[in-house]
Nanobody, 115 residues
Framework: QVQLVESGGGLVQAGGSLRLSCAAF????????MGWYRQAPGKQRELLAA???????NYADSVKGRFTISRDNVKNTVYLQMNSLKPEDTAVYYC?????????WGQGTQVTVSS
C-alpha cells in the first residue's frame, strides 16, 4: 500500500506563488508517474501536470508557463511550483501516483487565490 502526504496549500493573493509537495510512502520502485490534479466546486477533476520516473513532463494548457512540476526520486516526492496564480486556480489540489496497475491519491490540499 502506498500513502501520499500533501502539503503547501493555502491562501494567496492573485499574482502570488505557492509550492505544493507530495511525499509517497511505500513501494513505487521502477516506472511510475507522479502528478497533480485539481477539482473546483461543481467541476470535474482535471489533470494539471505529470512527471514520469524518467523525467518526462506534460502540462495542461491552463497552467503551461505558470506551473512547474518536478520530482525527487530519492525522497519519492513530487512538487508543483505555482506562479502567477489567478482566482480561477482556486480548487482542491490532489497528488496522484500511478505505479504498475495501481492509481494512488493524496487527501487533497486547498488552494485559494483571492482577487
Amino acid at each position: 500500500q502506498v500513502q501520499l502526504v500533501e502539503s503547501g496549500g493555502g491562501l494567496v493573493q492573485a499574482g502570488g506563488s505557492l509550492r505544493l509537495s507530495c511525499a509517497a510512502f511505500g513501494n513505487i520502485f521502477g516506472d511510475n508517474s507522479m502528478g497533480w490534479y485539481r477539482q473546483a466546486p461543481g467541476k470535474q477533476r482535471e489533470l494539471l501536470a505529470a512527471v514520469t520516473s524518467g523525467g518526462g513532463t506534460n502540462y495542461a494548457d491552463s497552467v503551461k508557463g505558470r506551473f512547474t512540476i518536478s520530482r525527487d526520486n530519492v525522497k519519492n516526492t513530487v512538487y508543483l511550483q505555482m506562479n502567477s496564480l489567478k482566482p480561477e486556480d482556486t480548487a482542491v489540489y490532489y497528488c496522484n501516483v500511478r505505479h504498475l496497475w495501481h492509481n494512488y491519491w493524496g487527501q487533497g490540499t486547498q488552494v485559494t487565490v483571492s482577487s
